[in-house]
């Protein structure tokens, strides 16, 4: 069922057993699988995450490499509204563990918002990151080109980057490790650090025996057309040509609604088992909020990992389904 807040008020009775926070690839594998299990799932997503910019599905197998994310997102929301799971646009703001249950609390709404309060057995934490852009005056001049052939994950779009002249855009020293790991792709990187920090000399003199030149002043533009960046001005006039480009300057975690209830990290990623287990014995978490690999088809096996160890946890605690006319009989 398909919630708004037309209709919300008819679940906030309800103990689901699970809410998924986090509508993309992850979560609705898991959204899936619960209901199949006869289960009861509630999916809220915030709207727009990693997976909804994605322009090509260039590794995922089975489906057109040039379907876009969000294609792959509307089909998976069909088909778990089709098995019966409960979906809402909404942003999670704090879950709290109240022993039994959990309580979801969600901003509802834009404009006039209202602030429902849900509650589950579980949650799966599946709500993703966002990847940091460059920070211009002219954003939209960034948005032309993000997604498309200036990249933001190398395993997914190493190969369109093959010995083509690549931009690595970067905001930290650390980052610029990133080239030495791009060039099984292309030897031709040049380093922009957009002026964000100093490089020491050390890295310089490494850039240097590898023949990658380094840019230090901020950017002022993107150039190209079409979708297709072709090379980027700085702020000091200079133009550079490229041909495909790569930013590599962290992401934002969407985990902040966990922040109340102490979890095992490492860093940002969240801890998990074999099965997607927090340290929290009812809290799971998928894809790129736990530690491992930032792919969908790994978000995808993460839902139903989850999914089937949650199954797996009411069933054992439940009584059996007997055949009660043929216990009479005997």
């Known amino acids: 069922m398909k919630l708004s807040k037309k209709n919300l008020e008819a679940k906030l009775d309800q103990v689901y ?66 098995v019966g799971a409960d979906y809402l646009m909404g942003f999670v703001e704090e879950v709290k563990d109240e022993g039994e249950t959990f309580k979801v609390r969600v901003k509802v709404g834009k404009q006039e918002s209202v602030y429902p309060e849900f509650r589950s057995k579980y949650v799966i934490a599946a709500s993703g990151i966002i990847d940091n852009l460059p920070k211009l005056e002219n954003m939209q001049n960034v948005f032309d080109y993000a997604g498309h052939n200036l990249h933001v994950c190398m395993i997914c779009d190493g190969l369109d980057m093959e010995d083509k002249k690549a931009g690595l ?3 930290k020293e650390g980052a ?32 240097a025996d590898h023949g ?20 980027v001005v700085l702020a000091d006039g200079t133009q550079v040509e490229l041909e495909t480009g790569l930013i590599a300057m962290g992401s934002h975690y ?15 990623d969240l801890i998990t088992d074999n099965m997607c287990r927090t340290s929290h014995p009812r809290i799971f978490a998928l894809g790129d909020l736990k530690k491992g690999l930032n792919q969908v088809s790994i978000a995808v096996a993460d839902g139903t990992l989850a999914a089937t160890q949650i199954w797996r946890d009411i069933r054992r605690a439940s009584e059996p389904r007997l055949w009660v006319e043929n216990l009479k009989k005997g």
């Open 17 to 82: 057993d699970v809410i998924i926070v986090g509508g993309g690839a992850g979560g609705l594998s898991a959204a899936i699988y619960l209901q199949r299990y006869r289960l009861s799932c509630l999916v809220i997503e915030k709207g727009r995450g990693r997976s909804f910019w994605m322009q090509d599905l260039r590794n995922y197998l089975g489906v057109d490499s040039h379907l876009p994310g969000r294609d792959l997102l509307k089909q998976g929301q069909t088909h778990a509204l089709e």
């Open 212 to 231: 990658y030149p380094l840019y230090e002043q901020p950017l002022k533009e993107f150039l190209g057309h079409n979708h297709e960046m072709s090379g």
């Open 176 to 207: 610029i490790g990133t080239a030495f790991v791009m060039n099984w792709f292309t030897p031709y990187i040049s380093v922009f650090t957009q002026g964000l920090f100093e490089v020491s000399d050390a890295m310089k003199a490494k850039l």
């Open 169 to 171: 855009f970067v905001n």
């Open 254 to 268: 969407f985990s902040e609604y966990l922040n109340g209830i102490e979890l095992e990290r490492d860093g940002q």
